[in-house]
């Protein structure tokens, strides 16, 4: 009877949601949307430079017929009437345009002007906690595109894509805020003391874990997309740098390694006379048929607080593009907890997706939060249906807002640490705003031998978990450490930009019982040095007056490295470590005469610590950042390189002028 009543309110929570109405295959629609004679009109939406802008909303006038641009602007819009139209192009930091579609074209190209004025004016809207129903498909940017827009009195929209058409409920009318909050308000950050120069003489050895987390890089773009500058703590350099794929090479296909270690050194454009050494890991890739098979449990907070179009409608659609790309062999269950916590689907094999998609669909949003409990049936739902020779993985997705239980960092920490030896991994997905619990989250997945993502939009939730769907959820190397020494003939001093909360003790690297980071398959990371050379111009410190030189020794001196790189790491299903190691010698190059990948880093590490008001940001400017971006871009397929680059542009206009360029 206990029990029963227990369960009460959570089935309460999961009842179905019946939709107002959806375009189905052979299904009728009411007389207000029923069709006439359209067409599907395509382009792309581009800046004043021709580069694509992602996000742009696309709007058909007077009525709620819309879409958004993908992430090199391109935008397909069905729906059109086939003799008089008008398109309104609206994007946060652009001036609002609208274009007639002449009849009979298919084809519509817009350029959208940068409007400076209004990245000082830009209104924050909220929205009304209606719950979102029957989300097949993509959100996109919406919060920045309905902002800007005229589609304030939307009562649907219908959003469409070459790949996906799907319906959904409009945001409910949007309400200024009477006052706009601070960056961040309500939201959880944890501190981040920044790393300082370290002299070689006395500290020869940097140490730290591996961090292929970039939830930092999409929050910041959030913050900057809607007008805001990040609150410093927000932003971890290492997450940026690590959200950007950089051509490294990969482990020879005949290697026993799944990992690979390269290095480059150029000059630092931010400080004259120093140096930027960048590390670059590469993990072998997998192709997606040749992965093990994937015993997944997705954990959704279904709480109160997860009510937002930008919360559990965001997870469901994301979770929906992930249960696509299941395969036979692949299992998923689903637990939801809001003031209980309870099994919605057993283990069900990817055959069976319709299944998986309709109890995906009946999650709502009410209650408390007892995460803890969730974690725990979780863990024991995805030990029921342990894969031995498989990938074993919780995905939860929430806001972090733990209130019911385990409630605590030190007790969610607890729990998490024990489980993970069972060989059940963690990935946990971050949704939404002003109360987002950032700092736990990136702690429970470091803790759960994963990697934490935040999604903004669901375009980032496919890049997760489809595109990116090997090396967000199948590790190929656990426990994956680094240590640097410095040759003091060539270095007089460094700074490790960013990973201030990955940092160990140098004996750690030797300890295989030391829990570190986790590589997927296909992942690369990046983590760059400042280094300050030994005969540099300008030396952090004046040579000392009473203190006797040490002489340095032979083999140093006569050696043309600047530092070696040595790595750690374990299988996945191992518990003993293995070594490698790659040295980095030569002289620094211009950054300018540096690859492609060495000028984008130091623009992402540019941006990130102008974004940081870092001490130790030098001459850094914004225009800099955009410079290196710019000639740093490469091939850029598929448009995330272009999208720095239009967020430090965002940022220089949000940014007042004063403080753009540091003083070391």
């Known amino acids: 009877m206990k029990n029963l009543l227990l369960a009460l309110p959570l089935l309460g929570l999961l009842a179905p949601i019946t939709p107002v109405w959806a375009q189905q295959p052979g299904a009728a629609l009411p007389p207000s949307v029923a069709p006439t004679a359209t067409r599907t009109v395509s382009g792309r939406v581009t800046d004043a430079q021709g580069q694509g802008l992602p996000g742009v909303t696309v709007l058909l006038k007077g009525t709620q017929v819309g879409t958004s641009t993908k992430v090199d602007g391109r935008y397909e819009l069905a729906g059109v009437p086939a003799r008089r139209a008008v398109l309104v192009f609206s994007f946060v930091g652009y001036v609002a345009q609208e274009h007639a579609v002449p009849a009979g074209s298919l084809a519509l190209n817009v350029v959208l002007r940068a409007d400076h004025k209004s990245l000082s004016e830009v209104v924050v809207t909220g929205y009304g906690s209606a719950p979102q129903r029957n989300v097949t498909g993509s959100v996109a940017t919406i919060a920045a595109g309905l902002a800007i827009g005229s589609v304030d009195k939307a009562k649907r929209m219908r959003f469409a894509s070459p790949s996906i058409a799907y319906d959904q409920e409009a ?37 730290f874990s591996l961090d292929v987390d970039n939830a930092s890089y999409t929050n910041v773009r959030r913050f900057l997309s809607e007008g805001q500058l990040p609150p410093r703590d927000a932003l971890r350099v290492e997450e940026m740098l690590n959200y950007f794929h950089y051509q490294l090479p990969a482990p020879p296909a005949a290697s026993p390694d799944p990992v690979r270690i390269s290095a480059e050194l150029s000059e630092c454009p931010w400080a004259p006379g120093h140096q930027l050494a960048r590390i670059g890991i590469q993990a072998k890739n997998v192709e997606t048929a040749a992965l093990p098979p994937a015993n997944l449990t997705f954990l959704v907070d279904v709480s109160g607080s997860m009510m937002e179009p930008d919360r559990l409608p965001l997870v469901q659609a994301g979770l929906k593009l992930l249960v696509r790309q299941l395969r036979p062999q692949d299992h998923v269950a689903l637990v939801a907890y809001a003031g209980a916590a309870g099994l919605v689907l057993p283990p069900t094999p990817g055959s069976q997706q319709s299944v998986i998609l309709e109890a995906i669909d009946r999650l709502q949003a009410g209650g408390s939060t007892a995460g803890g409990a969730g ?102 190397a656990k426990d994956v450490k680094l240590q640097v020494e410095f040759n003091p003939a060539r270095v007089a001093s460094y700074r490790l930009i960013g990973y201030e909360n990955r940092l160990l003790a140098n004996e750690d690297f030797n300890n295989d019982r030391k829990d570190a980071g986790e590589l997927g398959a296909g992942h690369t990371v990046t983590a760059l040095y400042e280094l300050v050379p030994i005969n540099s111009s300008h030396p952090l410190v004046d040579p000392l007056k009473y203190q006797i030189g040490q002489p340095v020794m032979g083999a140093a001196n006569s050696s043309a490295d600047v530092l070696t790189v040595k790595l750690r790491y374990k299988e996945p299903q191992g518990s003993a470590s293995k070594l490698l190691a790659q040295p980095l010698a030569g002289a620094a190059v211009p950054i300018a005469q540096a690859s492609a990948d060495q000028q984008f880093a130091a623009a992402v590490a540019e941006f990130g610590l102008l974004l940081r008001q870092s001490e130790e940001r030098g001459t850094a400017t914004y225009a800099s950042a955009a410079r290196l971006a710019q000639a740093g871009r490469g ?30």
């Open 171 to 207: 945001l409910p009318a949007p309400l200024p805020y009477p006052a706009r909050p601070e960056a961040g308000a309500g939201d959880t950050y944890a501190k981040i003391q920044e790393n300082a120069f370290r002299p070689v003489s006395k500290e020869p050895l940097s140490t």
């Open 375 to 476: 974690l725990r049936l979780a863990y024991a739902t995805a030990q029921q249906n342990f894969q031995k020779a498989g990938n074993n993985r919780v995905i939860l997705a929430t806001d972090g807002d733990f209130n019911v239980g385990e409630s605590s960092d030190e007790a969610m920490e607890q729990l998490i640490v024990q489980q993970r030896e069972t060989g059940v991994f963690l990935t946990v997905l971050g949704v939404g705003r002003g109360n987002l619990r950032d700092s736990r989250m990136e702690m429970l997945a470091d803790k759960g031998n994963g990697n934490y993502a935040y999604l903004d939009n669901l375009d980032e939730a496919r890049r997760t978990l489809v595109a990116q769907f090997g090396g967000t959820l199948f590790t190929v």
């Open 635 to 664: 091939p850029d397929t598929e448009g995330y390189r272009a999208e720095l680059l239009r967020l430090v542009q965002l940022a220089e206009g949000l940014s007042p002028a004063s403080k753009t360029v540091g003083v070391r």
